[in-house]
């Protein structure tokens, strides 16, 4: 049975940090590309990072690059998000998700995933 279960999530002050972790199962998880998503209340899911199978390579929307880390651990099954300086417009439920093609083909497109976890809140206050 698939799971996908994130961790980690909460409130945080603006410019404050917060890491957020993905734990899988039932698959095997070193040959799917794993990514973060969030989605904000009215709006749609929207992609955030993801990384290659081997944790080498990664891409990140432009509204997070040089703030957010993406990575993981193959041998511990799971993967992580390091958030840095955060926005209030960073505020969002935050999930974790996995798809089995390359990261280097797979889009920021949610239905290209094929396994989601349930999400976790992040809140950035003013």
């Known amino acids: 049975q698939v799971s996908l279960v994130e961790s980690g999530g909460g409130l945080v002050q603006a410019g404050g940090s917060l890491g957020v972790s993905c734990a899988a199962s039932?698959?095997?998880?070193?040959?799917?590309?794993m990514a973060w998503f969030r989605q904000a209340p009215g709006k749609e899911r929207e992609f955030v990072a993801r990384?290659?199978?081997?944790?080498?390579?990664?891409y990140y929307a432009d509204s997070v690059k040089g703030r957010f880390t993406i990575s993981r651990e193959n041998a511990k099954n799971t993967a992580y998000l390091q958030m840095n300086s955060l926005k209030v417009e960073d505020t969002a439920v935050y999930y974790c998700a996995a798809s089995p093609q390359p990261a280097t083909v797979a889009s920021t497109s949610p239905r290209e995933y094929d396994y989601w976890g349930q999400g976790t809140q992040v809140t950035v206050s003013s």
């Open positions: 990384i290659s199978r081997s944790g080498i390579i990664t």
């Open positions: 039932g698959f095997t998880f070193s040959r799917y590309t």
